[in-house]
């Protein structure tokens, strides 16, 4: 089981790019999905979490108001569309579902959160 990030790339501040995720042996809708990522040198950390009935959402204060979050449960997907980008937005990008099935509480940090695949990287510039 497994996510796969695509999408990022390089592009100059105030642009926007939109992520995609795709799971391979997972049923995304029973499960909160997350966005995460990862600078260097720093840790890894919470960008945006969609509930599993798709009813909630958290997103990040740093990002609020210019990144939202989506799935698409009948195509194993999900989504992050990044409007706005600032140059502290650059990193690896990571998906990742809540190993805990219909967890009621909406969990935000990393170690609630697995099946990360490799990451894509967002590189904005100015």
């Known amino acids: 089981v497994q996510l796969q990030a695509s999408g990022g790339g390089l592009v100059q501040t105030g642009g926007s790019l939109r992520l995609s995720c795709i799971a391979s042996g997972r049923t995304l809708g029973n499960y909160h999905t997350g966005w995460f990522r990862q600078a260097p040198g720093k840790e890894r950390e919470v960008v945006a979490v969609?509930?599993?009935?798709?009813?909630?959402?958290f997103y990040a204060d740093s990002v609020r108001g210019r990144f939202a979050t989506s799935r698409d449960n009948a195509k194993e997907m999900m989504f992050l569309q990044m409007n706005s980008l600032k140059s502290e937005d650059t990193a690896v990008y990571y998906c990742?579902?809540?190993?805990?099935?219909?967890?009621?509480?909406?969990?935000?940090?990393?170690?609630?959160?697995?099946?990360w695949g490799p990451g894509t990287l967002v590189t904005v510039s100015s």
């Open positions: 969609l509930s599993a009935g798709g009813g909630r959402t």
């Open positions: 990742g579902a809540d190993r805990t099935f219909r967890r009621s509480v909406l969990v935000t940090s990393p170690r609630y959160f697995g099946s």
